[in-house]
């Protein structure tokens, strides 16, 4: 396993279009990326990531929501000097080869989004509120799954940047230029 550099705007590499995974690739390197790739969300820390992040333009990304453990003891934790519990969350991570998206809800719904390539910028986006995704796991058996909530939005999110786009794309030209700004701003005070 290893961390992996990731991507950030405005990085041209991010604009790639990524192309499929072949049948012929679905071997144990692309099991070695995928789980570099989970290693790498975990660090950052965040809870999805596509190939093109780490700069390859491969039809792959990983998901994982960690979502709360209610039958786990609950973490402790300390930064700032400041000591504080935090529920416990549980690993699940999920990768897609090949998703493609099939009946996406016509209602929308509008989740506050932050992305691993847009550090410290987050922003909400209105996005199809369901939607069944078709894709291969690593052994490159084909699965479909319906999703939902933020399962579905985080899945989305992944699958813009097969396509070159990030969730800045979204916004208006005013807080795209907003957010940019911000985010200079903050890397010129680190
Ligand atoms: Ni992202």
Redesign the pocket.
């Known amino acids: 396993m290893a961390i992996l550099e990731i991507l950030e705007v405005p990085d041209p590499r991010l604009k790639t279009i990524s192309v499929p995974v072949e049948a012929d690739e679905f071997n144990d390197d692309l099991k070695q990326l995928a789980d570099d790739m989970l290693e790498t969300m975990y660090d950052a820390p965040g809870i999805?990531l596509?190939a093109i992040?780490v700069g390859v333009p491969k039809r792959l990304l990983v998901i994982d929501l960690q979502p709360e453990d209610p039958d786990a003891e609950p973490v402790e934790c300390e930064h700032d000097g400041h000591k504080h519990t935090h529920p416990a969350t549980k690993f699940e991570p999920r990768v897609f080869v090949n998703p493609v998206i099939v009946d996406p809800a016509e209602e929308f719904a509008t989740l506050n989004e932050g992305?691993?390539?847009?550090p410290e910028i987050y922003a909400d986006v209105d996005r199809p509120a369901t939607c069944t995704v078709k894709y291969q796991d690593l052994d490159g058996n084909h699965h479909e799954e319906a999703l939902e909530g933020m399962m579905a939005t985080c899945l989305q999110?992944?699958m813009d940047?097969l396509e070159g786009i990030?969730?800045i794309d979204h916004l208006s030209n005013l807080k795209r230029k907003m957010a940019l700004k911000k985010l200079k701003k903050i890397r010129a005070a680190a």
Do not use: P
Request: net charge negative.
């Open positions: 999805g596509a992040q992305c691993l390539s847009v999110h992944e940047h990030l969730f």
